[in-house]
């Protein structure tokens, strides 16, 4: 009998925290990132704005990142070409990108991770290989594989299915970065990218801690 109610209680209090946590989930902010690696915007808007932000912000946001941007893409008998608006460069970014978010999809990692890349290519873009190396370890993943997949079949695979999303934006995509909010384009949001912070807070009804006292009077 004892034992019995013991159980009761047990489980009784299990489903009191399994509602109470559901009712109090946060509200999530879905950002969606459409970009290519080497452009200065795209970087600047990267690690001035989405990188600290997220610091700040991350259990709010839902973060989807898709490099590609302007590129294009032809299929081949064998394969796939791709071409990069800034070159064979920035495709191989693009697809290293790609592939370590291909390899870890947590947004912690991945955020990070994209960070460190392209603040090295903003250092020095010469040498992908170094970057990742520098960069693999953030995602917990084997940079050895990262490169591979990136220049290999696989990374053209991503970029194909990146394109797929990228061309399937409405309106679409007429230059980079573009961002998405709740998987919703907004005119107005866009001139604001270089107050992400404030965007996301207003979205967010002022609800993180980190929203106190911004001054949100942008629009
Ligand atoms: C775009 O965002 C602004 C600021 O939140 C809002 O006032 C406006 O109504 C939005 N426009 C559309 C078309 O949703």
Redesign the pocket.
Known sequence: MMKLSLITILLTLIILVKCSSSKFEKQKLKVSLYYETLCPFCMTFINDQLYPGYQKLGDYLDLELIPYGNARRKKTDNGWTIECQHGPKECVYNKIEACGMARNVDQNAVISFVHCIEKGIKTDDSNYKRITKKCGPLLNVNTADIIKCAEGQEGDELMVANGVKTDAVQPSIDGVPTVLYNN?Y????EEYNDNFLTIAC??LDDEPAACMHLDNEI?
């Open positions: 919703y907004n005119d107005t949001l207003k979205l629009w």
